[in-house]
C-alpha cells in the first residue's frame, strides 16, 4: 500500500523545465504592464494631463472596484464552461491579450475636445471596461498551474517564477513609461504612444504563456483518492 502511494504521488509530476516556468512567469509580466500603471501613473494621468478631480478619480475607481468580485464569479463561471483544443484557459490568453492591451492604451486615449462631463464618462466606462478584460485575462491565468501540473512542488516552482517575472514587470513599468512618454512629446498623445509599446510587449508575453504551457491536468485528486473535476470557480479566493 505504501508503495502504491507513492506510485500515485509521483505519477503527479510532469515532464515540465525551465523554459515551462519561464514561460509562464510571462504572463504576470504582461499583467503588471497594465496593474502596475494602474497603481502608479493612473492618478497622476488623470488629475495632472486631463484635469480631473483627485475627488473625483477616486470615487470612480472606489465604485469600480465594488464590481471586481462580481466580475471575477462571471468570468470564473465562463472559464468553467469553457472546452476547446487549446483547454479551459489558454484560449484566453489567445484571444484576450489584443483586447487587454488595446484597452489598456485606451484609458489614456480620453479625447480633449469633451468638457468635464464628459471626461469623467469616458474615464468610468473605459476603465470598468479595461476590468473586465483584466479579470478575463487574470483569471484564467491564476488557474492556469493547477491545470499544467498536479505536483505541488512543481506549482510551487511556477508560482516562484510567477512573482519574480511580475516584479520584473513591475520595474519595467515604473521605470520605462516616463522615458517613453517624454520620447514621443511628453503630452496626451505620448501617453498613447508608450502604452502601445508596452501593449506590444503584453501581447507578446502572453502570447509566450499560450505556446509554452499545456494544460495536462483535467480533474484533480482528494484526499481519499477520488476524482472530482476541477472548478475555475474553486480557485478564486
Not at 471586481?68 to 479551459?88: F, H, N, P, Q
Not at 484557459?89 to 483586447?99: E, K, N, S
Not at 480633449?112 to 466606462?125: E, H, M, R, S
Request: with cysteine; glycine share 10%.
Amino acid at each position: 500500500m505504501a508503495s502504491n502511494s507513492v506510485s500515485e504521488k509521483s505519477s503527479f509530476r510532469e515532464k515540465v523545465g525551465f523554459w515551462d516556468y519561464l514561460g509562464f512567469g510571462a504572463g504576470d509580466m504582461a499583467i503588471n504592464f497594465t496593474f502596475g500603471s494602474l497603481g502608479v501613473f493612473v492618478v497622476y494621468f488623470y488629475t495632472n494631463v486631463v484635469g480631473l478631480s483627485a475627488g473625483v478619480v477616486g470615487t470612480m475607481m472606489l465604485v469600480s472596484r465594488s464590481f471586481d468580485g462580481i466580475i471575477d464569479m462571471v468570468i470564473g463561471g465562463l472559464v468553467d464552461r469553457t472546452r476547446s483544443r487549446w483547454g479551459k484557459t489558454r484560449p484566453w490568453l489567445l484571444f484576450g491579450a489584443i483586447p487587454f492591451a488595446l484597452l489598456t492604451v485606451m484609458i489614456f486615449a480620453v479625447p480633449a475636445n469633451l468638457g468635464g462631463v464628459g471626461k469623467i464618462a469616458y474615464a468610468f466606462i473605459s476603465y470598468n471596461i479595461l476590468m473586465i478584460s483584466f479579470s478575463s485575462i487574470a483569471i484564467p491565468f491564476g488557474t492556469l498551474n493547477s491545470l499544467v501540473t498536479r505536483d505541488r512542488h512543481q506549482r510551487e516552482t511556477f508560482n516562484i517564477f510567477r512573482m519574480t517575472e511580475a516584479q520584473i514587470g513591475l520595474i519595467i513599468v515604473t521605470n520605462l513609461t516616463m522615458p517613453l512618454v517624454q520620447m514621443f512629446g511628453g503630452k496626451q498623445f505620448g501617453w498613447i504612444l508608450a502604452y502601445a509599446c508596452l501593449g506590444v510587449g503584453s501581447v507578446a508575453l502572453l502570447w509566450i504563456v499560450f505556446f509554452t504551457q499545456r494544460e495536462r491536468v483535467s480533474a484533480t485528486v482528494d484526499e481519499n483518492n477520488q476524482v472530482e473535476t476541477l472548478k475555475v470557480g474553486q480557485q478564486l479566493s
